[in-house]
């Protein structure tokens, strides 16, 4: 296939990049300017500088392709306008053709719950509560095989910022970390190799629609994780923190979605696209793997 990838140069970008030209896919990367582009090249890619806001241009250079990956975003409160420009774009470029367009979201929008499948209701904190109405966007399509990968806390190869976070933590007096919160809650995580393996299985499959949460089923408590993140640092240990804490540390919109209490066995990905997760979970990575200082 000849596939349009937004955020190639991205942590999760770059990984499905790989994933797919190492199983013989054409990667087309629409990149922002020139320095993104000659990267997505060195990488492999045919790169093309676009405005991911420019829906006419958006769905201009989709015309040309097989299938769709969007996992740009700029992390701001531009990304709801970025997300339903990239989708109404791959909606004009893709009707009537049941071409694949696979659209990335995230865990958080299922609130706090520990057995999370995609029909659990949808209670999105403020920081995705823009989700929603474009997720639905994607599936509802006609004309096209719409597919939202759900995808738990990102990690793996260094890299990721929710991990960044707990490896940044500050200190008590005594060199331990602080965790987020009294560290009781879980996360769902998932190995960015593995998130990228899934991409590349729904664009080959050709029932794949609709939702896919998308996780290890490891779903380890935050006290595990920043235990974990304690040696890779080479701090002592870690103590719990507070709610305060956390609201004081990252601000309340991301505070919010760190204290989640989340879990979910993917099990849909695993019966239907045959996904089985095969690298380290995100303690052992943190313990003995890219993480370590």
Known sequence: MKVALTGATGFIGSHIQSALLEHGHEVVALVRDTEQADLASSR???????????????????????????????????????????????????????????????????????DITEDSPNRAPALVSWKKPIDAKVVDAAGMRGVVVVSSVAYGDGGGAVP????????????????????????STVHVADLADFFRRVLESDSAHGY???????????????????????????????????????????????????GSAAGRARRELDWAPSHPTLTDELRTGSYRH
Not at 67 to 90: C, E, K, L, Q, R
Not at 167 to 184: A, E, K, Q
């Open 164 to 187: 960044g976070a707990l490896l940044g933590s500050p200190r008590d007096p005594t060199g331990n970390l602080v965790m987020i919160g009294d560290g009781t809650q879980h996360w």
């Open 212 to 262: 896919y949460v998308v996780g290890n089923a490891a779903n380890p408590t935050v006290a595990e994780i920043s235990a974990a993140a304690a040696e890779a640092v080479g701090a002592p240990g870690a103590v719990s923190g507070s709610e305060a804490e956390a609201r004081a540390r990252f601000g309340d919109y991301f505070a919010e979605v760190l204290l989640l209490d989340q």
């Open 44 to 114: 492999g890619a045919t790169a093309t500088v676009i405005d991911l806001f420019d829906r006419a241009a958006v769905a201009h250079a989709l015309s040309d392709v097989d299938a769709a990956i969007h996992t740009a975003s700029p992390g701001d409160t531009t990304s709801a306008d970025m997300d339903a420009a990239v989708v109404d774009a791959a909606i004009d470029a893709f009707a009537g053709t049941d071409k694949p367009y696979a659209h990335i979201s995230g865990i958080w929008i299922y609130g706090n719950n520990t």
